[in-house]
């Protein structure tokens, strides 16, 4: 089993500031907004971005909010018992500009998912997609990023690994091969 | 899951009691949305086979089912071919061939749920066998106290009234011995089943006594209806020596919780101002049924195939 960089620490940040402005270009104040990080791996990166939003750009205030998708899922009862996970939504997304945030976009599976779990939430206005990994050529459904980290070209039993600092201890992209 | 079904809480292990507890956090947070609803088990098809009489349990086993999105089909035995002479696994091979995967079962002899469970193919769970056990009200209690008091492990529950009649004692003192909580029975010497304290409880007949030691009382009620000679002179007699009122509620040094599985019997093992009083956590108990029941039939549902 080997593993390769993808991003380094440094890159991770530059690209961070990257997606932040692109999301303030288009929703400037984020008073009509809610950022919602997808669990259990989006949630660090939702985290990110609101606060370098709020430290570097000058937003006050961003709902952001946390939304588990297991009950969602489309595999139960095909594998393992699903974990579920916390989810953190203290507000309706009735007419919001709702922006889903996950570290890698593989299948789609999960977002597919996330567009019905948001719905006991409200009926938002729009709904658009952010993810640091987009892995190409590997969707099994038609959906797309808005905004992208980084596209990278990996094959099936390759896996992408994001660590975060708050939790793995460091800022670092890798690409495991088996 | 260490089990294919759910016939008592006898057969689980404490890492399937803590998988229920995380899982029920997840339903909780679920009933409590606007929209209560998700759709995990839609290609699910569930049946309430009720051979006893029940309000609480049933309609929080058919919520919990609906908000899971399972088809949901009742039975009970009143308006049923019971009547004219089927045998139980027939009736349940019958439901079975309609294509159903779960069977939710209420019956009055103990052990129903596990005999079935070896003569028919699918899930089972026991909503309540006779005398034997209730593991879902089980379930729901320690889900409660761990609500109110942040840990099972380490408390002092008492378990006051009926004890040889109930099936929520016995599930209760498996799980909460289970979970490291202390148990203690109270209640008078006819309805304390013998060797009881083989199963690690400890037995007082003084219902004060008890109450001076615990952190949650879990008042049963007198099961008349399994009563077959007289277990204590009048029911008058037992609420002067093992109801809980107010006065004495308010006497001990420490605020107790305060919890009952229901039906209430008011005025008879709990008085009103008790039952409805901030130290009771009856109706969060009945709150907590639906999310732990999920939990169970999500467990459960995930391992058919």
Request: a positive charge.
């Given at each position: 089993m080997g593993q390769k960089v993808l991003l380094t620490s440094k890159e991770i940040n530059i690209i961070l500031h990257r997606l932040a402005c692109q999301l303030l270009e288009n929703h400037l104040d984020f008073k009509e907004t809610a950022l919602v990080g997808i669990q259990p791996r989006g949630v660090f990166l939702a985290d990110r971005l609101a606060n370098i939003l709020k430290a570097d750009y000058g937003v006050k205030d961003i709902a952001l909010g946390f939304l588990d998708i297991t009950f969602f899922r489309d595999d139960f009862g095909r594998g393992e018992i699903l974990r579920a996970n916390t989810t953190k939504m203290d507000f309706l997304v009735e007419d919001k500009k709702v922006v889903f945030i996950d570290d890698v976009l593989y299948t789609g599976r999960s977002i597919r998912a996330a567009l019905t779990a948001i719905q006991s939430f409200g009926r938002p206005r729009s709904i658009e997609l952010l993810t640091l990994i987009d892995r190409r050529?590997?969707?099994?459904?038609?959906i797309q990023p808005n905004y992208r980290g980084r596209q990278v070209d990996a094959i099936g039993d390759e896996k992408v690994k994001v660590m975060w600092e708050a939790n793995d201890g460091e800022d670092r992209v890798y690409l495991v091969s088996k | 899951m260490s089990v294919n079904h759910l016939l008592g809480i006898k057969y689980l292990n404490k890492r399937d009691i803590t998988l229920i507890m995380e899982t029920a956090d997840n339903f909780k947070e679920v009933i409590n949305r606007s929209i209560k609803k998700v759709p995990t088990l839609r290609d699910v098809t569930i049946a309430n086979i009720f051979f006893e009489n029940s309000t609480r349990t049933r309609l929080s086993f058919e919520l919990a089912e609906k908000r899971l999105s399972a088809d949901v089909v009742n039975f009970s035995a009143a308006s049923s071919s019971v009547k004219k002479g089927e045998t139980l696994i027939d009736t349940v091979n019958n439901i079975l061939s309609m294509k159903v995967d779960m069977v939710v079962l209420r019956h009055p002899n103990p052990g129903a749920g596990i005999f079935l469970s070896r003569h028919v193919k699918s899930s089972i769970v026991n909503a309540g066998d006779g005398a034997h056990e209730h593991p879902t009200q089980a379930l729901l209690d320690s889900y409660s106290i761990r609500e109110k008091l942040g840990d099972v492990g380490g408390k002092n529950v008492v378990i006051v009234g009926d004890i040889l009649h109930s099936r929520v004692a016995l599930s209760n003192i498996f799980a909460l011995k289970l979970q490291g909580a202390n148990v203690k029975v109270c209640g008078p010497r006819t309805l304390i089943p013998k060797h009881i304290e083989s199963l690690g409880v400890s037995v007082e007949t003084d219902l004060r006594k008890a109450l001076e030691w615990c952190d949650v009382a879990n008042m049963l009620r007198v099961q008349n209806e399994r009563m077959d000679i007289s277990y204590f002179p009048s029911t008058r007699e037992y609420t002067q020596q093992f109801g809980l009122n107010l006065p004495l509620l308010n006497s001990l040094k420490k605020k107790i919780v305060i919890m009952h599985p229901g039906p209430i019997n008011r005025g008879v093992e709990i008085t009103s101002d008790v039952a409805d009083s901030d130290q009771s956590i009856i109706l969060h108990q009945v709150e907590n049924g639906v999310a732990v029941r999920m939990a169970v039939l999500y467990l459960l549902a995930s391992k058919i195939n």
């Open positions: 050529f590997s969707r099994h459904l038609p | -």
